[in-house]
């Protein structure tokens, strides 16, 4: 497979081949594509999402519980909008369920606590494989749901805007589209002072930390995933996961000119992320046991060292259905408690695909339910359950955590 061969070259090209084989399948999954081949099954790769405890059902369907659908409200206003509890991008030709009303192809929408929805039309839209190229167009929101960070087709680069004032900041410099690369992970400060960004693959071009008040820029190492910022954005700590599991910290990041001083170590299995804990020195993270003939396995909840990579506490998570088979960590409601954000697919090894069966074809709509995870008990608590096209596809406040 021709496509198969150029994304594994363009990820990496001295990665383990499981690896590239479920990195291919994030990538593709991220732009409403499944990717099922010999070497991995058909799964989906969770990534970064904030929460906040009001997550509302999207639009495409009525909720499964009679309630109100949430209603559409036509464009972005300049100002005058209330905190979001989540942003979606959408894609409009799924391959089963109808797409949400008024489907903008790859563009973003985003949804008020209050339940209103407006498409964001001053972000780039994303690109999808087979199309028209390959791209990715990120978006962020702050913790406290009042501010967005996007890249601005208009400006050709990051941009910050206040929901309620309408205040925007445009970063000082460029930023090429072509440099989106085909995952990107953007990250905004509480206070929407900066903005993190990476992206794979990574080329020559570093990642980026911009302090849009000062107007200044930071190189950053590429690939890796920014997972918290302390509040001076002095320090900033990333997270990896392929071809192996990574931490690191970064500190001392201002001026732009100075090396810092980087922390880094590489973990003995795969593991998948939170973003940093309230403590500013703590992830909550579960283990990986997938493999290409028994695909959608995960281990335990752990907490960890993000200086030491150490594993502080090991927790066996409850209260989750038997069936759930993909799950992804996002934002810290609090001190004890991670939000899980699950999917329950049917996972097939690779033995069992047929070698006539399609290798690409568009994602369908899949539900999706959130939990609070006490870290220190395990048990699971449920927050809401919507429907999007992909983990990839879906944002809550907060900072991303890491596959």
């Not at 991008?89 to 799924?94: A, M």
């Amino acid at each position: 497979m021709t496509w198969l061969r150029d994304v594994l070259v363009d990820l990496a090209d001295d990665s383990p081949q499981v690896d590239l084989a479920e990195r291919t399948i994030a990538a593709h999954d991220r732009r409403r594509r499944t990717v099922i081949s010999l070497l991995a099954a058909a799964t989906v790769v969770a990534v970064a999402l904030g929460t906040t405890a009001a997550i509302r059902l999207l639009p495409d369907e009525p909720p499964p519980d009679g309630s109100q659908e949430v209603a559409s409200g036509g464009d972005l206003p300049a100002r005058g909008v209330g905190p979001l509890s989540h942003a979606y991008k959408t894609f409009c030709k799924p391959a089963s369920g109808k797409a949400p009303s008024d489907c903008r192809d790859g563009g973003w929408r985003v949804v008020t606590l209050s339940g209103r929805t407006y498409h964001v039309p001053e972000a780039l839209p994303s690109l999808a494989p087979g199309r028209t190229g390959l791209r990715d167009s990120p978006l962020a929101i702050s913790r406290d749901g009042r501010k967005i960070a996007y890249y601005s087709a208009g400006e050709g680069t990051f941009q910050v805007h206040d929901l309620a004032s309408g205040q925007k900041t445009t970063a000082a410099n460029k930023v090429p589209k072509s440099l989106l690369g085909s995952i990107s992970r953007l990250m905004l400060s509480d206070d929407g002072r900066f903005v993190a960004f990476s992206k794979v693959p990574e080329f020559k071009d570093p990642a980026l930390l911009i302090d849009m008040r000062d107007r200044v820029v930071r190189e950053l190492p590429n690939r890796w995933v920014p997972v918290g910022l302390s509040r001076d954005g002095a320090t900033i700590t990333l997270a990896d996961y392929s071809p192996r599991s990574r931490l690191r910290t970064i500190s001392n990041l201002w001026p732009s000119s100075s090396k810092g001083d980087s922390t880094s170590f590489i973990l003995p299995v795969s593991y998948s992320f939170s973003p940093l804990a309230p403590d500013g020195k703590t992830v909550a993270a579960i283990e990986n046991l997938s493999t290409p003939e028994k695909p959608c396995r995960h281990g335990n909840l752990a907490l960890m060292d993000t200086l030491t990579g150490k594993k502080r506490k090991t927790t066996v998570i409850s209260g989750l259905p038997a069936d759930v088979s993909k799950i992804s960590l996002r934002t810290w409601l609090g001190a004890e408690e991670v939000t899980a954000l699950t999917m329950s697919l049917r996972c097939r090894p690779a033995s069992q695909v047929p070698d006539d069966e399609p290798a690409v074809i568009d994602l369908p709509y899949r539900t999706m339910t959130a939990y609070a995870v006490n870290v220190r008990t395990g048990k699971a608590r449920k927050l809401a359950t919507y429907r999007a096209q992909g983990f990839f596809e879906i944002v809550l406040p907060g900072p991303p955590g890491a596959l």
